[in-house]
């Protein structure tokens, strides 16, 4: 499988997940003209996306999908919390409606649905899989709770938050109503218990750790790579940032998993993971 971050960041996020025969997007928070751009610098044509799939509503994961969608009529999977929230006017024949924890198929590609907590009407993570390699794609997460325990334990690659550090946090600028709406469990992992949690749930098949959705002011590239690197020195670690898409990645270019591999269809997502209360 290919993969790689087109952007992400506290000001928009937007990741890109392939196989042979299929190509969706997770997200689409940039405007539609870097999208693009971004894509070129990769040799990605946008005319083989075949769906995209919304986490949630805030503006930094759909401010560029109304243009984008249209543009190219692509069928866009979100939450009916999520349209809802966005207020945006999407063409009918182009919106899916799914619950949190559904599992859909995209040609030869299965994308399950992860609730999480987030401050958001009706969000969802997302877990991708060919039948042999699992992408998990794991930002806004306000909390760790057995949902994203499950997808970190089945991962082979990970997109994982590492939004703020605390320090920074503490001593920044932010008033204290936003300083609380980040870290009061409905909002944004630290770098401490992003990197906490990993280390206790991660399994012998993870091979790419991305570290993503940084916080602006509040974290930096150096701070993340000084916190991860000591840990994970015996598998590939990458960090995503807002200002430019990563590599196009290639899951076969990765050392193979320690671990007998576990295929997605063996695991009942949908009896697995449950709703967090709003």
Same mark, same amino acid.
């Given at each position: 499988?290919?993969y790689?971050?087109l952007?992400?960041?506290s ?13 969706i997007?997770i997200d ?5 003209k870097?999208?693009?751009l971004?894509?070129?610098n ?5 005319t ?7 986490t949630?509503?805030h503006t ?13 009529q ?7 919390g999520?349209y809802r929230g966005s207020?945006?006017?999407l ?14 198929e995209?040609?030869s590609?299965?994308i399950?649905?992860?609730?999480k ?12 899989s ?6 998990g794609?794991l930002?806004d997460i ?8 499950h997808v ?6 990970l997109?994982?938050e590492?939004n703020?550090d605390?320090e920074l946090?503490?001593t920044?600028?932010?008033?204290f109503?936003l300083?609380?709406?980040i +870290?009061?469990?409905?909002g944004h @992992?630290s770098n401490?218990? %992003? #990197?906490?949690?990993?280390l206790?749930?991660r399994?012998c098949?993870?091979?790419h750790?991305i570290?993503?959705h940084?916080?602006?002011q ?12 000591p840990?994970?020195?015996?598998i ?5 940032t +807002?200002y430019?898409e990563?590599? @196009?990645?290639?899951s076969? %270019? #990765?050392?193979?998993?320690l671990?007998?591999?576990i295929?997605i ?12 209360e709003?």
């Amino acid at each position: 499988m290919n993969y790689c971050a087109l952007a992400s960041g506290s000001n928009g996020n937007c990741y890109y997940i392939a196989n042979a025969e299929n190509a969706i997007l997770i997200d689409v928070g940039i405007n539609a003209k870097h999208v693009e751009l971004r894509m070129a610098n990769l040799g990605i044509a946008p005319t083989t996306i075949k769906a995209i799939f919304i986490t949630h509503e805030h503006t930094d994961h759909i401010r560029g999908l109304a243009v984008f969608c249209k543009r190219y009529q692509i069928p866009v999977y979100m939450t009916i919390g999520s349209y809802r929230g966005s207020r945006l006017q999407l063409p009918e024949n182009l919106v899916h409606i799914i619950r949190r924890d559904e599992v859909i198929e995209v040609g030869s590609l299965t994308i399950c649905g992860v609730p999480k907590y987030h401050d958001a009407q009706e969000p969802c993570s997302f877990l991708v899989s060919d039948g042999e390699t699992n992408i998990g794609v794991l930002t806004d997460i306000g909390r760790v709770c057995d949902n994203v325990k499950h997808v970190i334990q089945q991962a082979d690659i990970l997109l994982w938050e590492a939004n703020y550090d605390e320090e920074l946090l503490d001593t920044g600028s932010y008033p204290f109503f936003l300083k609380n709406r980040i +870290r009061n469990g409905w909002g944004h @992992l630290s770098n401490h218990t %992003a #990197l906490e949690t990993v280390l206790k749930y991660r399994t012998c098949r993870l091979r790419h750790l991305i570290l993503g959705h940084l916080s602006g002011q509040n974290n930096s590239v150096e701070l993340v790579r000084q916190t991860f690197a000591p840990h994970f020195r015996k598998i590939k670690l990458s960090i995503a940032t +807002r200002y430019q898409e990563t590599e @196009l990645f290639d899951s076969r %270019a #990765l050392l193979p998993p320690l671990a007998t591999k576990i295929i997605i269809q063996q695991v009942s997502y949908q009896a697995t993971f449950v709703f967090p209360e709003s």
